[in-house]
């Protein structure tokens, strides 16, 4: 087996049609095939999709899927901003550095008292699913490390400010 390295980029859409990019880089067993690259991928979607409320329109594995993950949701949440996001910092195999996956639009019901419930079960999948290998693909960050365990999560909120003053619409 020889390890390439690559990621999976899931496309964001919020309640005001901004669109935002979230990757999980990959370490990639060459010896598999693309059809297990794309189900790894699709799994990972899948842990990210209950715990946003945006909705995931599309991923990239350096070719584009040309859909979102299968079973994830039709249109975004109406609480759905990109801008709102959930940070779970990851410790590293050999590295004292910490690397942030950066969820946008983190669901309103994955809080409970002003912080991400890190006991909610669709937060425990998907922090199960980044420091789990895949048959074809295991997380890792863009310094090459595989994740090995939660650190911590908090609230963030990045600004998408230029895509939202391109929307002819007001949302009340």
Known sequence: MATKHGHVAFKMLDKLGVETSMPIYLKIDDTKTIAQLVTDANLLGQQVDPISDSQITDFEVRIKNGGGVSGGKSAPAATAENERTGLFNFSQVTSPYKYGVDVPAIADSKISGG??????????????????????????????????????????????????????????
């Open 115 to 172: 912080k991400i419930n890190l006991s909610d079960s669709d937060i425990a999948a998907f922090i199960a699913a980044l420091v789990a290998a895949g048959t074809a693909a295991t997380p890792e960050s863009t310094s090459l490390y595989t994740l090995v365990a939660l650190l911590d999560a908090l609230l963030t909120f990045r600004k998408h400010r230029r895509a939202e003053s391109r929307r002819s619409f007001e949302v009340v």
